[in-house]
């Protein structure tokens, strides 16, 4: 059954470890998923994450490496020599999953872990993966797969399966390869099955089969398998041999990684934190934005330093300062998150650059003119001045076709660029657009008010 | 190999339907997957794809049905009798694809549909799964699946596996069930393959299952699959009864629907839509936040009202009001994007709401007194006015920590009411501090400058 993760299990796990009540540390940590247990070492503090690992469940623990968070594990490897992370965890993981972690490492200790691996074959593949960018899916794939030759028959084929099975821990998909290791078909166990067992394999595969190179991106990857719906990816060289396999688990595992990335950039916070990291993590994360912020306030502030005297003698127009400011960055927000993920999703069709402003200049007028209507009808009752209400409702405008067009065009724009385009979200494209707002504002007041 | 869409390719399509080329229509589509097809479809007009649509090879019509967005597909069915879409479409249809396309159609056309069905048991699989809540695990699973007596042998076993795979698509996991069809185990491909004929299922399956009942919500099944690395989760009934299965392909598509809905609130798009939308469908999604915007705006150009004298006589307070209402806005949207992602993943951790406050007020005054102290020393060479100096420091930092506060406390408060905590991020916190801002400024400006 599945494991729940609660406030009295956390206090009777620490207690136990304050009691070193190994009895009932076993008795708590038994049958529990690997994944279970990084969810509550995540909850405990170093020592006590180590006492209770030093009498878990010996077979759990290079799963549970696995499944740790990157700072946590980073911290136990430390405590450890290069033979004993080869020996008590690396030789019994999949190579994708070796190749993370030592990945990970000091290149000293790398080298260090990689001699003390017995199966030179083993090494050898995580070597390999080693050499590939983290970010392709040469970097995501696993070496560990089955792989038929065409020309065998069903029979010999599942003799064969048995016989690699030993080195694999799932087979979702068996993959069909000619005498030049080149990919030629994938085989489902229902083919196998429905089929006669004289039957050549290559006459019941699918050779309509679709594969990544070693050099695409991890984005690519995620976008093929959820296009696909694949369940595994075959990873092939420039030439055409199979080379790996990608497991849809490692892709969910990008694409959430990815989602959130974006999602942090809009909401500008400069680096991967939670809720549960340090004061320190946080706020370090947080800073460089809001200074980003400060810096365009105090350019705002010169602008309108610029108009003390207009200020002086017409001090109603600063009533609307907020709300121009405020509304060209929620219209800045809005036009860059539609380009950014349109980006991230493909979908952004075929149109041309002009097309895409001219399609959303008609998206700020249509927006533009409600909002300012509404305003002027509001200033007509609230406000004594003509010259401000006209001021404001124009500015309204102005600014919301600003926002837009700048909105769209800088993350397509940093796009062309291969710069992140999610960049262009956030309190960059807000503070920019606020200060631009501030200059459009005034210049506008000007013209109506004469000063 | 796969397919990519360019420009080039749907000019040729396009081209092809108007000259009814039929034969180059038939030779472009040939051996394309569905789901290249559903894209193509997504850039042609309505004629263009019924066109295309009635020259595609016929096997891939119920397949090309599920892959295509929804809109699509409605406009597609609604030219379709109730008994062409069952006889065409549903009866090649896996159980779960077919009560979603069923469950989006009028009440009077589903029964229309299933009235054709000709298949009993198929019709009572789909009329089961409509009896689910769309975001349930019931909601989500397929009936289709094999399921082994965990009493037979494994010669038995593939007999039965061979027996029942004829219904079924792909095989990723056999599910072992006890004689009153309570879910007891799986068996993996693997471990059917390394044992012996005569050894009975019960004794090599993995008996230690992780399942979901059929009302789990579609984000815990995702917050399950992903965090157990799971290819297929089985889905059981209150008291244990095996009823279907999710595959990782399907939740996917939460997991990414769930990221674009957090996205777009907190860009402040309030319903799901793309660059490639119709200018009204775009301006539909965007207008309701900016008028949220407009009255907030309002508000604080009436609170500012209230100091229309204050303003007239120290005109240099205007200067800053961007800058306190940005970084009240900025500080607002990381605090509660944090809340928010949290939630989202689970990962909050076991911190009261009043811990958690704290924290963040602790991270609110270290970044308060990193932005105040950096604005005061500009200010010593900027400004003439200590007054002015000291009230922008002053009211920086106390923004810094009002939005902090309110940023954390509102998405948490939301959650308690079971109010989707998302809402609390982008326009509506960002507004509503805005207008508090204006509020604490003018406020501390009142003491420093004593208007």
Chains 1, 2 share one sequence.
Not at 299 to 318: C, D, R, S, W, Y
């Amino acid at each position: 059954m599945r494991f729940e993760l609660t406030r009295d299990y956390l206090d009777a796990l620490k207690g136990s470890v304050q009691q070193e009540d190994i009895k009932l540390i076993k008795e708590l940590t038994q049958n529990l998923h690997p994944a279970d247990i990084a969810e509550i070492f995540d909850e405990l503090n170093v020592e006590e994450a180590r006492y209770v690992y030093l009498h878990l469940n010996t077979d759990l623990a290079s799963d549970l490496l696995v499944e740790l968070e990157e700072d946590v594990r980073e911290r136990f490897l430390s405590y450890l020599s290069g033979e004993e992370i080869a020996k008590s965890f690396i030789e019994n993981m999949d190579s994708d999953d070796a190749a993370d972690i030592i990945g990970e490492l000091s290149e000293k200790k790398q080298d260090e872990v990689l001699s003390h691996i017995a199966d030179i074959e083993q090494a050898g593949d995580i070597v390999d993966l080693l050499s590939y960018d983290e970010d392709t899916a040469g970097g995501l794939m696993a070496k560990e797969l089955i792989s038929v030759n065409e020309n065998l028959n069903v029979t010999a084929c599942l003799e064969e399966i048995r016989r690699q099975a030993e080195e694999v821990d799932e087979i979702f998909f068996v993959f069909v390869t000619d005498d030049d290791n080149m990919l030629s078909g994938t085989l489902t166990l229902k083919q196998m099955l429905l089929a006669d067992g004289k039957t050549k394999v290559k006459n019941i595969c699918d050779t309509d089969v679709i594969s990544v190179k070693t050099d695409a991106e991890s984005e690519e990857v995620a976008q093929v398998m959820e296009k696909y719906d694949l369940v595994a990816l075959p990873v092939v060289d420039s030439i055409g041999r199979l080379k790996g396999r990608i497991t849809i688990d490692d892709v969910v595992d990008v694409i959430k990684e990815e989602a959130e990335k974006d999602y942090q950039m809009i909401s500008g916070i400069s680096s991967d934190v939670e809720a549960s990291d340090t004061v320190i993590q946080l706020t370090r994360a947080r800073i460089p934005w809001l200074l980003i912020g400060l810096v365009g306030g105090i350019f705002g502030a010169m602008i309108i330093g610029v108009f003390e005297g207009a200020l002086q003698t017409f001090p109603k127009i600063a009533f609307f300062i907020p709300l121009i400011a405020a509304m060209a960055g929620n219209v800045g927000i809005q036009s860059s998150s539609i380009v950014v993920q349109g980006l991230a999703n493909n979908s952004l069709g075929f149109e041309s650059t002009s097309q895409k402003l001219f399609k959303e200049l008609s998206v700020a007028l249509l927006n533009g003119v409600i909002c300012s209507v509404l305003l002027f009808v509001f200033n007509l009752f609230y406000s004594d001045s003509y010259a401000l209400t006209f001021t404001v409702s124009t500015a309204l405008i102005s600014v919301i076709i600003f926002a837009s067009l700048f909105g769209t065009f800088v993350p397509l724009a940093l796009n062309r660029m291969k710069i992140d385009p999610a960049l262009a979200t956030g309190p960059f494209i807000t503070t920019t657009n606020d200060v631009i707002g501030m200059l459009i504002y005034f210049g506008i007041g000007k013209l109506f008010f004469g000063f």
